[in-house]
């Protein structure tokens, strides 16, 4: 066809094939500009998803003959990069996924369906990233495949988010269970302890028998330690907060840490000069630098540094994002770093699982790093590792501040010297070794004492009882009657007397449960030594009387 133009339609100047062909050539030019503005939008569009469109050769290969820009985000490649070379997707899907993907892929095709998967990308730097593939078919009027078109959409974080989930929800789970065995072992390391503690009292200095006995105590206590330690990581452990400086606990630390690490590895304590107050128990704080300091220890078998690290954090909405669970605020940083052989990712995901090792057999319990992180939870900070595999480790912990001066709280180790002055205690106990034993302790310090094995008898004993009876000493778990309604039934005979709950569980298991109350304050947990008993009596029958309200 020759060129048109009004020559050719044998039109005259201003005739009606001139305006004719004029306003075609307007039309025509007004479709181009809606063409190119189209396909303008249709570009941006693309490129402004935060997702990878391709397209795909149909055949074994699933060669790429079409990917968006956005590739080059998530992944490091150019699209022509990554078109150029038919191999480049399968050999960036990590070598743990590979085989499921293109079977996934092979079985769509065999199906002609559409299908998503699941998987993680190794970048052009090397770093993986989780993607969530969805794909189809399209196919031809004759329906045979043409290619295969889909999207990838970066679910890193979503993964990262689900994990952190999953590690949640295990470390509930044992923490029920160590919760639920607490009880009865409890009682058995009452009477180990209690026994002991009689029987080295009884004991002279010198007497052959006294150092076996100590041995049985300081067994005793070693297990009434791990049990605490075992809770700990499930936050149902009864905690004793105070207003901490973590510049001043790893400084009274330094000489006790360099003997524990070995004179192969240094010891550097970096801290911020003015570092801000803490909320957390003490001994469970120093309980998490040791276990750090022990693991760091055992990376570095061949020597290395040992960093502790102190500063003063404001954690933003932007770190929040990225770390799940974390509220933004000002938070006291404590690091402990290493140089030793570190870690891979496989060994980071299972890091705070309760009885997960890498050290050999009779090495490692795998409670450290449990027993760290419920601690660091119990205390309402958060914690993370960063490792690699040949560049040591770091683990950082964040503690809400606290706009209150650290202070020093008071020993409970050291002895109380406090007697009872004859009053009465009236001992509820459904184990009869512990009834016995808690008899002979406290005749022993100067009380006098009434048993009850449960509930109805203690209230038999209460009513004929002539005197008056100035506490209550009462198991909380009992058959029959909890220690609560027998305390309250009690209150109807004798409204004077005290009452001191004891048991085997922890007071905030047992809140969580119901069975005590917030206002259920005087309580002592199982086991406790007499020198704890009778302090925590004392301080109950040496109290005001409280004010009706």
């Known amino acids: 066809m020759g060129h048109l133009s009004r020559a050719n339609l044998g039109d005259t100047p201003n005739g009606p094939f001139e305006r004719a062909f004029d306003e075609m050539v307007q039309t025509l030019e007004r479709r181009e500009e809606a063409f190119r503005q189209v396909e303008e939008r249709y570009r941006q569009l693309v490129e402004g998803i935060p997702a990878v469109l391709y397209a795909a050769r149909p055949d074994a290969s699933f060669a790429t003959t079409y990917i968006s820009p956005y590739i080059e985000s998530l992944v490091g490649y150019s699209p022509g990069e990554w078109t150029g070379d038919d191999d480049v997707w399968s050999h960036r899907i990590h070598p743990d996924d590979r085989e499921r993907v293109l079977a996934d892929w092979k079985r769509a095709l065999d199906d002609r369906s559409a299908g998503t998967s699941e998987y993680r990308l190794t970048t052009k730097a090397g770093r993986v990233v989780w993607v969530r593939d969805t794909r189809s078919l399209s196919r031809d009027s004759q329906g045979r495949p043409l290619e295969v078109r889909g999207f990838l959409v970066d679910i890193t974080e979503q993964k990262r988010f689900e994990e952190e989930l999953r590690q949640s929800q295990k470390m509930e789970a044992i923490g029920r269970l160590a919760s639920g065995v607490t009880h009865d072992f409890n009682n058995v390391l009452t009477i180990i302890t209690g026994y002991s503690d009689l029987l080295m009292e009884r004991l002279k200095p010198g007497d052959p028998l006294r150092e076996h006995v100590e041995e049985i105590n300081t067994a005793g206590y070693r297990a ?5 330690q075992l809770l700990s990581f499930s936050r149902k452990q009864e905690w004793q907060p105070g207003l901490l400086d973590l510049n001043a606990i790893a400084a009274n630390m330094e000489f006790m840490l360099r003997r524990l690490i070995g004179e192969d590895i240094d010891l550097n304590i970096a801290t911020h000069a003015t570092l801000a107050t803490v909320r957390a128990d003490r001994s469970l704080v120093e309980q998490v630098i040791v276990n750090l300091a022990v693991n760091a220890r055992d990376a570095m078998p061949t020597g290395g540094l040992l960093t502790i690290e102190t500063m003063n954090m404001d954690l933003d909405d932007t770190f929040a994002r990225l770390h799940a669970g974390v509220r933004p605020g000002p938070y006291v940083l404590l690091a402990v770093s290493d140089t030793g052989i570190g870690m891979d990712g496989e060994t980071k995901s299972h890091l705070f699982e309760p009885f997960f090792t890498t050290k050999e057999k009779g090495k490692g319990t ?14 309402g900070g958060y914690i993370w590792a960063y490792s690699e595999p040949g560049r040591g480790a770091c683990f950082k912990i964040y503690l809400p501040q606290v706009n209150l001066p ?109 069975i005590l109350e917030a206002e259920d304050k005087d309580f002592i947990q199982k086991p406790f030594s007499a020198d704890a008993l009778v302090r925590k009596i004392r301080l109950i029958l040496d109290a005001p009387p409280e004010k009706p309200s």
């Open 224 to 228: 009434t330690s791990l049990t605490r």
């Open 366 to 379: 795998g409670l450290g790093l449990s027993i760290v992180y419920g601690i660091v939870k119990q205390a």
């Open 406 to 514: 650290a202070t020093e709280p008071p020993s409970e180790h050291e002895p109380s010297g406090q007697v009872g002055e004859g009053e009465t205690i009236l001992v509820v106990e459904d184990e009869n070794c512990l009834l016995d034993l808690i008899s002979q302790t406290l005749i022993h310090r100067g009380f006098r004492v009434l048993l009850a094995r449960e509930g109805a008898e203690a209230l038999t004993l209460a009513q004929k009882h002539e005197g008056q009876i100035h506490l209550m000493l009462t198991d909380s778990v009992m058959p029959y009657m909890s220690g609560r309604e027998l305390a309250r039934r009690l209150g109807g005979v004798l409204p004077k007397t005290k009452v001191l709950y004891m048991s085997g569980y922890t007071g905030r298991a047992m809140a969580d449960a119901g």
